[in-house]
């Protein structure tokens, strides 16, 4: 068996050289023989295995627009002697689908079209067998049946459209963006996927690199004021750009982005502004405005002031969202003094490029005019307060300053004051109208007050609205008018065992004065007491002086209080004095001098009760006890109201019966009996606060043995009594209250109870009540009549 290689071509495409395999003579082995081709190094012979298949790479156009299948090429083995023993098997990537063979003769043929851009080449396996055996006549082999492009895809751009910016005034060349186009047909088998770019609109603003797509500019001083927005439309051409290639276009959208290329202009040289001088401080007088056709940072710009008649006047800001100059008041305007400004502004880019200082100077100039308007003022005040001095013995109607206002305006109206009573609600103080001095109404005492702030009103007397305040500070001068006294209550006492020249107390002074150089104070004894005197008293000259004995002993007995009088007076113009007394107790004191006991009357002055207040209260207890006499004399005077008002309404009334018994012992006003034994009960229920109709006799019960629990009985005897009154279904429909109380035993007084009136039933007589006075009157009405009045 021999291997051949032949060249065959496809009859359905143009000429193009297909490698199939088929049975040829070759001086090769054939498969399945070895034969020797050489030597290793070692000179061992090296082997070869005779195959039975020839390969090369198949080759099939893609697109493929004809009607019948596409032939690929044919596969043979040389084994197969013609005779239909030989079944030829296809396995791989599309086998059976995209290709299909002839099992018999080997050929392969495409199905479909087929697409280099979705899959370039496809990996397949061929096997020969015996088709009566089923076995494998060769082993499988691989083979790679590759797709020959055509340029059928044209250039796309990766984007569409782009955007890009450039600066404004930028040179000549300067890049700008690159585009990139993407061919998809087979770049290395001819200019299938070779793009060539080109530029279709844009010129002659901007070029484009035909190999890189990289976009310059191509012309010098584009200015974004004159023009910002270009649309450049950019061509990519595949095989190179020649006749016949595929394209694709896209736009690029480029903005020329500012620069600092326009310096601020005025639109006026002069501008002119108007302001009453009424204006308050930090206004705004004014706004001016620099035209820059720049936009964002290269047109911000700073205002400033370079000139004005009136420095410190007026001041400029800039307003950043604007880009506006702001004047604003800074002093007080005054048309009186000025009625006109003048100011030079100047306006100045804030952010300079370099690159054209060569066009000029970045900066403008302009004059501004700032008229002041005449406004009816209020009256100023010569100063913006006023300090005062008075002293405190000074007179009423004394003076003790003034205050001055005028009217500012050309006018010059009359001013008149007065004091504004809101600071001033004593009317310690008054002005006169006309030349605003200040006088006192009444007497000063600075030890009550050292100060007094008032307000002084000026009002223009034509203009009564024109109205202007200025503080006036009054302060009142120190004049010596108080005596010393003594700085507290001093609790003072000598013991009976003291000694001569000893000291008992320290006293000092106080004084509400304030002299310039301090308080001085001299302490002496009165001299109505120097010759007679117990005590005396040492001045140490420090403002204290000692009260000191004069005998060694003390007796309470015979004198448990001394006054002691002390002179006190200070070193002031006029010198004020006062005397003062100093209570001092003779106590029994221990060895050590600590106090054991004082008498009363030593107790009652410590108590420091002066004889004028004991007489306050005595008179006060004695009115307190005439109030409570004469009330309880008006409470006997007043008349007492009747038990019951009408016999026909005898509604919501309460009949009191103070009926007091003898106790349980007494047995002669009832039977105890009843008490003790609550099942004994009367049958017929009779009431007391109303004349009965008829009278049951009483039912007597037979006494039970009497029981140990007297008190549990009678408790119980009431109990049932209040249950009875409670259930009464003959009670009349008014209130009445009966009461049941438990008094005790063992009473030794006589019975005073009327319970054994009831015994009588009808017989009781009660005509004794008119005979009683008018205060029974009622009660004998009520029962003292005849049985027929009572029937009726």
């Known amino acids: 068996m021999k291997q051949n290689r032949s060249l065959c071509s496809n009859k359905s495409l143009p000429p193009l050289p297909v490698l199939f395999a088929t049975p040829c003579e070759s001086a090769e082995p054939s498969l399945g023989s070895a034969g020797l081709t050489g030597q290793d190094a070692n000179g061992v012979p090296l082997r070869r295995s005779k195959r039975g298949w020839m390969w090369n790479q198949f080759f099939l156009l893609e697109e493929y627009t004809g009607t019948d299948m596409q032939y690929v090429g044919k596969l043979h083995s040389d084994g197969d002697r013609g005779d239909g023993s030989v079944r030829y098997v296809l396995t791989g990537e599309g ?65 569409d459209p782009y955007m890009a910016r450039v600066p404004e005034m930028s040179d000549i060349g300067t890049s700008v963006i690159q585009v990139t186009a993407i061919d998809a047909d087979d770049p290395t088998y001819g200019n299938s996927a070779r ?3 080109s530029i279709l609109e844009g010129q002659p603003y901007f070029s484009v690199d035909p190999e890189t797509g990289l976009i310059k500019t191509a012309l010098p001083g584009m200015d974004r004021e004159v023009k910002e927005n270009y649309q450049v439309v950019i061509q990519a051409k595949d095989m190179a750009g020649q006749m016949g290639g595929l394209s694709g276009t896209t736009t690029v959208s480029i903005t020329l982005s500012d620069v600092n290329d326009n310096p601020p202009r005025f639109t006026k040289t002069v501008y ?23 936009i964002g940072e290269n047109a ?19 307003n950043r969202s604007t880009q506006d100059g702001v004047i604003v008041l800074r002093k007080p305007l005054d048309f009186e003094r000025k009625r006109q400004y003048s100011l030079r502004i100047q306006v100045e880019n804030s ?15 302009a004059t501004i005019k700032i008229i002041v308007e005449d406004v009816d003022e209020p009256p100023v005040f010569e100063r913006t307060s006023y300090v005062m001095e008075v002293k405190e013995d000074a007179a009423r109607n004394t003076v003790i300053g003034s205050v001055s206002a005028s009217d500012p305006d050309d006018k010059n109206s009359l001013v008149r004051y007065s004091i504004d009573r809101r600071t001033d609600m004593d009317r310690m103080f008054n002005v006169h109208a006309g030349n605003g001095s200040v006088f006192i109404l009444r007497e000063l005492d600075r030890e009550e007050s050292a100060w007094h702030n008032i307000s002084v009103i000026a009002t223009e007397f034509n203009n009564p609205r024109q109205i202007s305040r200025v503080p006036v500070y009054i302060r009142v001068l120190d004049v010596n008018d108080n005596a010393p006294t003594f700085a507290t209550n001093y609790e003072t006492f000598v013991c009976e065992n003291a000694k001569a020249n000893q000291r008992i107390q320290t006293v000092s002074a106080a004084d509400p004065d304030e002299p310039l150089g301090g308080h001085r104070f001299f302490f002496s004894l009165a001299q109505e007491a120097a010759g007679k005197a117990n005590f005396s008293v040492r001045d140490n000259k420090d403002n204290t002086a000692w009260i000191l004995t004069r005998r060694n002993s003390y007796n309470s007995l015979q004198k448990s209080i001394y006054h002691v009088p002390v002179v006190i007076s200070d070193g002031e113009f006029p010198m004020q004095s006062s005397t003062n007394t100093l209570t001092i107790r003779v106590c029994t004191c221990d060895r050590e001098g600590n106090m054991k006991l004082c008498n009363a009357e030593a107790f ?38 009747p038990l019951i008002i009408s016999k026909e309404d005898v509604r919501d009334n309460v009949v009191s019966y103070n009926d007091e018994g003898g106790g349980e012992e007494d047995t002669q006003a009832f039977d105890i009996g009843t008490l003790r034994n609550p099942e004994a009960i009367e049958e017929s229920k ?34 049932q009594r209040l249950q009875d009154n409670d259930s009464d279904p003959t009670a009349p429909p008014y209130d009445s209250l009966a009461t049941y109380a438990y008094e005790g035993n063992g009473s030794v007084a006589e019975s005073l109870s009327s319970l054994d009136s009831v015994t009588t039933e009808g017989d009781q007589d009660y005509n004794y009540l008119s005979e009683w006075g008018p205060r029974f009157k009622k009660l004998a009405d009520m029962y003292g009549g005849d049985d027929s009045d009572r029937d009726s």
């Open 300 to 318: 911000e710009m700073d205002y400033r002031i370079i000139g004005s008649d009136g420095p410190g006047m007026f001041d400029i800001s800039t």
């Open 195 to 197: 793009v060539v770019y």
């Open 604 to 641: 009652t002055a410590r108590a420091g009760l002066s004889t004028g207040a004991l007489v306050a209260i005595l008179l006060c207890v004695i009115i307190l006890l005439m109030i409570v006499v004469l009330f309880a004399a008006l409470r006997r005077q007043r008349k007492k109201e």
């Open 95 to 159: 086998a059976g689908s995209l290709f299909k063979i002839d099992e018999k003769s080997g050929d392969i043929h495409a199905t479909k079209r087929l697409d280099r851009e979705e899959k370039a080449y496809y990996i397949l396996h061929a096997k020969a067998i015996n088709r009566f055996t089923n076995e494998a006549l060769e082993g499988q082999s691989e083979f790679i049946i590759k797709i020959h492009d055509i340029n059928d895809n044209e250039p796309r751009f990766t984007k």
């Open 686 to 719: 009779q009431r007391r606060d109303i004349v009965p109709e008829t009278f049951y006799p009483p039912v007597r019960r037979p006494a039970l043995p009497p029981i140990r629990d007297t008190n549990g009985d009678v408790r119980d005897f009431i109990n």
């Open 272 to 294: 002119e502004f108007r302001v009453p001088e009424s204006t308050e401080l930090g206004s705004v007088v004014g706004v001016i405005r620099a035209m820059d056709a720049d």
């Open 351 to 365: 952010h300079i490029n370099p690159r054209f200082f060569s066009v000029g100077p970045f900066r403008d100039e």
